[in-house]
């Protein structure tokens, strides 16, 4: 369900870039620079808004301490 959500931001932030972009080529006539720019900044939030939600994620997850008997013993060497 996190998954879900992180690319959904994604999605939705980058459809909103495009769509604002193609808006303002259509005010401005400068064809593709719009979208570009739209698209550009659309991935650039979006990311940015996956990398906070994934930190608030890690920090509300509960840590485990391990004890010195519950670290992994190395792997025996084959000879």
């Known amino acids: 369900m ?3 959500e ?3 931001v994604i999605v939705v932030s ?3 870039g495009y769509f604002a ?3 303002l080529d259509g ?3 400068c064809s593709p620079y719009g979208i570009v720019g739209g698209l550009m900044l659309g ?3 979006g990311l940015g808004i996956v990398v906070k939600r994934s930190n608030q994620l890690d920090k509300n997850t509960p840590r485990v ?3 010195s008997s519950q670290e992994p ?3 025996a060497e084959d000879s």
């Open 2 to 4: 996190i998954a879900s």
């Open 6 to 8: 992180l690319g959904s």
């Open 14 to 16: 980058v459809g909103l």
């Open 21 to 23: 972009g193609n808006w």
């Open 27 to 29: 005010m401005l006539k």
């Open 43 to 45: 991935m650039g939030l």
């Open 65 to 67: 301490k391990m004890t």
């Open 73 to 75: 013993e190395p792997p």
